[in-house]
């Protein structure tokens, strides 16, 4: 995808910028503007299309991290030249790929991807899976104290062609909906949702970057699904201008596979299924991926191809979920998401293990009820 830059900042980018940055950076970009020539174009072309890019720095290259803030992103704006002409350099392309990020309600420097489903589908073998966390994240999101929470679990990429590190990605783990404790419990594990992402010092007022509908194959209980997907719609999370949903279908294995023509015909009805339900609930369109988290010594026989393993249609996973979630940041034109996905997902890549970021316990907000 080619994203091309307009020439001129916003007015209040302007009057940020202005007011802030003039007067702290003004003697800095003359001098190295003098010491170094910098090519003069209004566009320049943007890749964000692949996890399989360079990860070797550029020649002496300074990584950084994200612009902590909305000022500290102005006035690095303001230091590349990014109002009037745009230096063709890595961080001024960043930076725009955070603005693009920003025009659709996304966070300029956290990016989220919210785990959702019933109880037991498998929402975190899902993400481990997908990040080759091992079962990192399974293991902290176990309720250590018998208390349900929604918690988040912070990875970290970095992109050299950008010269940033310290990409955070925060995986969202959220209770099951469908608890054995009953409908209060349910209720609960609701409102830590919303309370999460209005505590949240960076998703506050932002839509998730992603959002994965996880659903069992062999789970029958629709009328439970609809009602989950109906409560997810009242916590304003789901952008139906910039659709942010992602459907994955686990423990596809379970349904007997020795015929495989036959197996993916239920594969396939089951698919349509999902979405449709999704889109009746949600009004929008979401891809849907099929996936087997229970694999290898202590699972389903599944081929390994180099660093994936191949379903019983021939399908690679993860690779196919990865694939769903670029393009739909592709799409929306969410290139900060883009970029930090690909940052992690690389082949490359080792993936340390997650940190732990906010947490909100359901139990918690039992006085709100």
């Not at 910028?17 to 003039?22: C, G, L, P, Q, T």
């Not at 230096?87 to 392309?93: F, G, N, Q, S």
């Not at 294995?253 to 396939?268: A, H, L, T």
């Amino acid at each position: 995808m080619v994203y091309h830059v307009n020439k001129d900042l916003c007015e209040d980018v302007k009057n940020v910028v202005i007011a802030y940055a003039k007067s702290n950076v003004d003697k800095h970009v003359q001098s190295s503007r003098s010491e170094k020539k910098l090519p003069s174009t209004s566009s320049f072309e943007i890749d964000v299309d692949s996890a399989t890019h360079s990860t070797s720095p550029q020649e002496e290259s300074i990584m950084k991290p994200l612009p902590r803030d909305e000022r500290a992103l102005f006035q690095e704006a303001y230091s590349l030249g990014l109002i009037g002409q745009n230096p063709d350099l890595p961080r001024a392309k960043l930076i725009d790929h955070i603005k693009s990020s920003k025009m659709i309600g996304r966070s300029i420097n956290h990016v989220s991807i919210l785990l959702v489903g019933l109880s037991g589908v498998g929402k975190s073998a899902t993400i481990n899976h997908l990040l080759r966390t091992k079962d990192e994240i399974a293991k902290t999101s176990y309720f250590e104290t018998g208390t349900r929470s929604t918690q988040e679990f912070i990875v970290y990429g970095s992109a050299p062609r950008y010269e940033v590190e310290g990409l955070p990605l925060g995986v969202v783990d959220t209770p099951g909906f469908g608890d054995t404790d009953g409908l209060y419990q349910d209720a609960c594990n609701f409102f830590s949702i919303q309370e999460f992402f209005h505590t949240h010092p960076k998703l506050t007022g932002h839509y998730p970057n992603l959002i994965f509908v996880i659903v069992k194959a062999n789970d029958n209980r629709f009328s439970e699904f609809v009602k989950w997907l109906e409560h997810i719609k009242l916590q304003n999370l789901v952008d139906r201008n910039n659709p942010n949903v992602v459907a994955v279908i686990t423990h596809v294995c379970k349904i007997p596979n020795r015929k495989v023509d036959k197996w993916s015909k239920i594969m396939e009805t089951k698919k349509t299924t999902v979405k449709r339900i999704i889109f009746d609930a949600l009004k929008v369109t979401a891809p849907v991926v099929l996936l087997e988290n229970m694999y290898g010594k202590e699972g389903y026989d599944l081929d390994v191809v180099g660093d994936y393993t191949r379903l019983p249609n021939g399908v690679l996973q993860p690779k196919n979920l990865y694939e769903a979630c670029a393009d739909v940041l592709k799409n929306n034109n969410d290139n900060l998401g883009l970029i930090t996905l690909n940052s992690i997902f690389a082949p490359s890549t080792k993936v340390p293990p997650p940190k732990r970021g906010h947490k909100i316990e359901a139990k918690n907000v039992k006085s709100q009820l």
